[in-house]
């Protein structure tokens, strides 16, 4: 399996706006590929500007807003490309797309860097970051997955929640615990996901 880097992607709409998406970068030796399912407002922007921007978010919020509905995240200006880039960040990148391999359903963008900077001191791992970011990753996959798997995958990562969670990473966690309420049709906000009874 390849190394996937779980980042902050934006890329440039039409109108000059901003996309901004969590995304897992495929790396391969110096490159590092974007596969977007379609559709996709990022296969969209980068087949019309080939260059897109990825950062390391520096609050876990970031990634539970953006699959939760709140993508309203400041942004500042790149260095070298012309797009923007996540501005709370530990480190981004700038990437230009030097090759694309097409498909009907998930095309492939490689993309090779042309810039990179470090903006805030990485001072230690958080398994409450961790866990928020699995859920994320669940809460996109309600339609694949057995009520019972997204319950019991819940019930884990909120052992970290409980254990190292801080007042951000609580309030991601609400965040994404909400939209799995919804997607289970579980409507009592006083109650966990993976308390929630039945099939």
């Not at 970068?25 to 590092?32: F, N, R, S």
């Not at 942004?75 to 480190?91: H, M, P, S, Y």
């Not at 981004?92 to 490689?110: G, Q, T």
Request: with cysteine; net charge negative.
């Amino acid at each position: 399996m390849p190394l996937i880097l779980e980042t902050i992607v934006t890329t440039t709409n039409p109108d000059g706006s901003v996309h901004l998406v969590p995304f897992g970068l495929i790396v391969e030796g110096d490159d590092y590929i974007v596969a977007p399912f379609r559709p996709s407002p990022t296969i969209a922007n980068l087949e019309r500007h080939p260059f897109l921007a990825a950062a390391a978010p520096r609050d876990i919020r970031v990634i539970a807003g953006c699959v939760t509905g709140r993508r309203d995240w400041a942004t500042v200006a790149c260095d070298v490309i012309e797009g923007v880039r996540l501005q709370d960040c530990f480190a981004h990148m700038e990437l230009a797309v030097r090759e694309v391999a097409p498909d009907e359903l998930r095309p492939r963008f490689r993309c090779r860097p042309v810039h990179s900077a470090m903006h805030e001191p990485f001072l230690g791992y958080n398994r409450a970051q961790a866990a928020v970011l699995e859920a994320a990753i669940l809460s996109t996959r309600l339609h694949l997955l057995t009520p019972q798997k997204i319950r019991s995958e819940m019930a884990y990562l909120e052992i970290a929640i409980d254990k190292t969670a801080g007042p951000t990473e609580r309030e991601a966690w609400q965040w994404i615990e909400a939209k799995i309420r919804g997607g289970l049709g579980t409507t009592d906000e006083n109650q966990s996901v993976q308390m929630k009874a039945g099939p």
